[in-house]
């Protein structure tokens, strides 16, 4: 076991050495250590800087990772090379007491760290697992928990999502990573349906063909798939037939306007081949009776 100056000399009978042979004498040791300490600091710390920290960056370039996880990774990288450089430093100086108070002081830190910041490493999690699984990009118009909007910025805690209100909403990654996101954008085409009710008596075979014509006439409505309509319901007061067009390059805005585009004319188609839209309405049935009212006594009214 090996006894440091420090603990050998009384701080009350210390004193300052006067030449260099007592200089040496009493702090040799203490300027090996530190020398020790640095040179190995620098040659680890440098070393896995330079080895960790480029394995990592072309670790995970090579997979497709975003840059802002690449980043985050090579930081991460370069801070456990600063911790091991340091455990390294301390042992190879012989400060086995300062390794341990350190490793324990750290623990500690990292541990009510860790419970104070739950919520914010959370979010960065889950920015990581956004960033890699790209499940939307900026640009994609995403609906989640009766909320929408279009994604503006994706960072490693937090997404910037543009409202059609033009509102910036701020929401938390987590919120994102841990429920049902749509990505309306995911794909290249989409889908729109529209039910529209016809009456009863009317002739559904007309009124399919009205509403096929009128979706084959807009040019934003694909070929392929084609349109089609399909009966979905027999309701109280009219027949459900649901329009199925297909669109490419799927936005907010052009969803509206092919969809608003399209119900407007099979409206104006119907009314001019008579057909009917109903809207709900009910039937009375039974009867009134009204009874008069008995006539006051004269002498009641005026008073006689």
Known sequence: MSVTWYEMVPLQQFE?????????????????????????????????????????????????????????????????ALFVAVAVAFTVAGFRSFLAAFATLGGALALALGFAAQDLIANFVAGVFILKDKPFEVGDWIEWNDSSGVVREVDLRVTKVETFSN????????????????????????????????????????????????ARSLPEVLDDPEPSVRTTELADSYVGLESRIWIDDPGRGKFKSVLSEHVEGVKERFDAEGIEMPYPYRELTGGISVEEASRLDHADVTGE
């Open 16 to 80: 300052w050495p006067t030449t260099t042979e007592e200089f040496l004498a009493q702090f040799g040791g203490l300027v090996w250590d530190v020398a020790a300490f640095l040179v190995a600091f620098a040659v680890v710390y440098l070393l896995g800087r330079y080895v960790l920290v480029r394995v990592v960056r072309r670790s995970l370039s090579a997979r497709g990772f975003d840059t802002a996880v690449v980043q985050l990774a090579a930081t991460t990288a370069g801070a456990i």
């Open 167 to 214: 509102e910036v909403v701020t929401v938390p990654n987590s919120t994102l990573a841990n429920n049902a996101v749509t990505n309306a954008m995911g794909n290249d085409r989409l889908r729109l349906q529209f039910v529209f009710g016809i009456g009863y008596d009317d002739d559904i075979d007309e009124a399919r063909e009205i509403i096929l014509d009128d």
